[in-house]
């Protein structure tokens, strides 16, 4: 069976597996890590936890856990991206259809996961499905930024981002043109995160908009 949604993000991760993190870190200017250390640091997971990291990418995640003494487990359906993850735990699968019994995790972590499914309130409910009662979830996003910094955030991502990727090669020029869209497509769509995480089961949702609302980090807990 194919899924178009990820068949999407394969052809836009494949190609970028090797050179992900370093352009991704110099193109978010410097951002996704900081959104990523502000993630983990709100997890306030219990010591030696275990955690599964979805759409765990070559990795950058993981990192943040293992450094704190955490023990990962991470997915992805990618594995040009995957291949680059430093493991010792690596699952290739689907984020919609996770391969773990339910209440298996103490945490569950997701970086840019929902914008490539098609059904997100469907996707957080399995995520939660393998989180054990009183374990907490954490995700990173791209947002919208609203009011004044929208039009240097459009420039930025419709006439910037191309011209970089273009640049770049290797996949990125596609990379560029398609994170515009997508986000703003992703946002309109599900314009209240909040509302869906409360749908798929989970409370206390807590939400922080960082860097003028272009980063998004959220937590939950499994009631
Ligand atoms: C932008 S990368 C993020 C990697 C990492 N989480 C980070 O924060 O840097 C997005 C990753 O999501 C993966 N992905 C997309 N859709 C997925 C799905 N449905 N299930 C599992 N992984 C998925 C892609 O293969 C890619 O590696």
Redesign the pocket.
Known sequence: MT?P??ET??A??SPI?SS??RW?AILSLGQ?ARW?RTMVEGLRLPNRATVL?????????TRLLQDRGHRVTA????RE??RHHPGPWRVL????RLPFADRTFDGL?????LR??DDPVA?IAELARVVRPGGVIGM?EFGLPSGLWRAPWTFYSSILLPIAGRLIGRGWYRVGKFLKPSIEQFHQENPRLETIWRSAGLVEVRTRRMSLGGGIVMWARRP
């Open positions: 899924y949604a990820n993000a394969r836009i991760f597996g992900y993190e991704a996704d990523r990291d979805v759409a765990a990418g070559t990795g950058s995640i997915v992805d359906l990618t991206m995957i699968a689907r984020g919609e972590t997701f970086g840019y996961l490539y499914v996707s990173v």
